[in-house]
């Protein structure tokens, strides 16, 4: 005989019919039937538990809705597992008025040890429980900024594709993924090189080579855009010597890191390789770089010194920018007769 709650007598082998929450009649005696009811009430715990977790996704208007449907939904399964509860138990000879309904579960804890508010659920939360839950919403806050602003760089990847791919395609051109790994912008021209198997090859790291080197042999072009905003206090004397220093090691990373490289290696590649360079991009005008080195390809004849067309992406990846190599939408024409 259970001892351990105020049930009326009855023998632990007493059994009776039970329809449970599957719709299904069983036979079970006392016991088995309040640790059904143990069950359960974990099982409703722990959706609820899933509901709140779920309903704290998304922006704030979205919780707001997914907040107010989730503590309807779970108020509706409350009830629902205290009717039958109540029903249950009244087959067992126990009584339950109206007043008890809303605290059916204190029954079974007395049994089961357990409430449909979760363990407890009469106590303060300690103050370890409160930074724990502290530090669960501010981790749920920096997943969802995260989320937020992930979203963000996707949407604006694929509305600057767009304007890029809009203005390519009426001059006969499209873009060219080219792996993202701070070699982009040489890669992108050495992609440019090899659509013409006739023309000097050169891989990115040949590229870097040159770039590094012309920069070095044509300082006074390039030595006023590097690091000079560090010599402002420095000495005349010492300020040489600081400029020098840092133009050196520009050009060392130039030449032997993936260091990302922009509009100054652009230049210094132009003229090295004597190449016309375009640089296209979503919302600036196209920047054109050695253009003493273009040909126009007029009346048909052919190019002998093809430009060298690159894209320029703000939003590409989340480290910011990137260069894709420009090519023709036919492959077959590959002749660069198109104006800049």
Request: glycine fraction near 6%.
């Amino acid at each position: 005989m259970d001892t351990e709650t105020e049930l009326p007598e009855s023998k632990t082998s007493d059994a009776v019919g039970t329809t449970t929450g599957d719709g299904s009649v069983v036979k079970e005696t006392r016991s088995e039937m309040l640790a059904r009811h143990q069950k359960e009430i974990k099982e409703l715990q722990g959706k609820e538990i899933g509901l709140k977790k779920a309903a704290a996704k998304g922006s704030k208007a979205e919780q707001k809705a997914k907040k107010k449907l989730a503590e309807e939904e779970i108020a509706r399964l409350d009830s629902k597992l205290k009717a039958r509860h109540v029903k249950e138990l009244a087959s067992l000879g126990i009584p339950v008025d109206d007043k008890e309904v809303n605290t059916i579960e204190m029954k079974v804890k007395a049994i089961a040890g357990v409430s449909l508010n979760g363990p407890n659920a009469s106590h303060k939360p300690s103050k370890g429980q409160k930074w724990r839950d502290r530090r669960a919403q501010q981790e749920a806050e920096r997943e969802q900024r995260i989320q937020e602003e992930q979203n963000n760089i996707v949407s604006q990847r694929v509305l600057e594709e767009q304007q890029l791919e809009g203005k390519l395609g009426p001059l006969g051109f499209t873009l060219k993924e080219i792996k993202s790994d701070g070699h982009c912008l040489y890669r992108a021209v050495e992609d440019q090189i090899a659509l013409h198997p006739e023309l000097v090859q050169y891989s990115y790291q040949e590229l870097r080579r040159l770039a590094a080197n012309y920069m070095r042999t044509h300082a006074e072009d390039f030595m006023p855009f590097i690091g000079a905003e560090s010599a402002e206090s420095a000495e005349s004397d010492k300020l040489e010597d600081t400029s020098q220093t840092k133009f050196q090691r520009y050009c060392e990373e130039v030449e032997s890191t993936a260091a990302w490289g922009g509009q100054l290696e652009l230049g210094a590649l132009s003229h090295a390789l004597q190449k016309h360079i375009v640089v296209h991009s979503a919302n600036l005008p196209d920047v054109e770089m050695g253009k003493e080195y273009k040909e126009d390809g007029l009346d048909g004849a052919p190019v002998l010194n093809p430009s060298i067309r690159v894209s320029y992406h703000r939003h590409a990846f989340g480290l910011g920018e990137h260069y894709n190599s420009v090519v023709p939408v036919d492959p077959a024409s590959v002749q660069d007769t198109v104006k800049a």
